[in-house]
């Protein structure tokens, strides 16, 4: 019980932590929702056990909310304020908006944006792309969607399967994927009504994408009962995934990788293209 407080505590603490930095990624930890109300509802444990655990988390949460709302209120005067006041950039910010409309131009850029060739190694990287179809100005930079990852396509795909396994619809392993699901796409039109479209926008969302499809993969391939074919199959999709986010990760133009550690740059440029 007592290790169980400790990482509650904890817990609370990153989710503070993280508002402070990307308020809207914060939103991610909805999809813990069921298991603290599994704590909660759990009718064999009792109140004393209920009460300590939504504590251990509550605790830190509400008193990491009072530093934010105090310190956003001292330095830019209003407790709803992030900086937003004070950034410099190609926009008045002020001016963005939740809007219906912005969803499926969130859709295009988040998710079925690919990246674009290059003639150096990787070969590939982010994509600059542009739909004229906003209705207002939207800030707009080189994005990578996340169906470039296969294991994202892969994930959602097969998420009807998995649920037709789960029978049960108060299962928590189905409430868990569908939040993932609904929570990323929630973040990510809050993301680009307010910001724009550009990488670090579409990596808030992404964990929760990548947590959605192990979960679906896992539990669609079977590892115990599956075929041989399958498994091989599952394997190479995320084996695949982590390969292009690493080339993805070792291209991206004036990275410090480039400009400091050049010799690693090559020699890992050396090992994969091998044909040379």
Not at 119 to 137: M, Q, R, T
Request: with cysteine; charged share 15%; proline share 4%.
């Amino acid at each position: 019980m007592s290790k169980r407080i400790v990482l509650l505590i904890l817990s609370g603490v990153s989710l503070s932590l993280c508002a402070m930095s990307r308020p809207g990624m914060a939103l991610g930890a909805l999809i813990l929702a069921p298991f603290y109300l599994q704590i909660l509802l759990a009718k064999k444990q009792p109140m004393k056990y209920k009460i300590s655990q939504a504590a251990a988390f509550l605790i830190p949460v509400l008193l990491g909310g009072v530093f934010i709302l105090t310190y956003n209120y001292k330095r830019f005067g209003s407790v709803l304020d992030f900086g937003q006041t004070y950034q410099l950039t190609v926009s008045d910010i002020h001016g963005n908006s939740l809007s219906l409309m912005s969803f499926f131009p969130m859709v295009i850029h988040y998710f079925l944006q690919l990246p674009r060739t290059r003639a150096l190694f990787p070969y590939f990287e982010a994509n600059f792309c542009v739909i004229y179809n906003y209705g207002k100005y939207t800030y707009l930079a080189d994005t990578i969607g996340v169906f470039t990852y296969p294991l994202i396509p892969a994930g959602m795909l097969l998420m009807p399967l998995t649920f037709r396994r789960i029978r049960s619809a108060f299962s928590l392993k189905k409430w868990f994927i569908i939040l993932c699901f609904g929570i990323s796409l929630m973040i990510a039109w809050q993301d680009f009504c307010l910001g724009g479209a550009i990488t670090r926008y579409v990596i808030d969302f992404l964990p929760l994408l990548v947590i959605l499809s192990v979960l679906v993969l896992l539990s669609a391939v079977d590892i115990d009962h599956g075929s041989k074919t399958k498994n091989r199959i599952c394997a190479i999709i995320f084996a695949g995934s982590l390969f292009i986010s690493f080339l993805l990760t070792i291209g991206v133009r004036d990275s410090i990788l480039m400009k400091y550690h050049s010799e690693i740059y090559e020699a890992v440029e050396n090992m994969i293209v091998f044909w040379k």
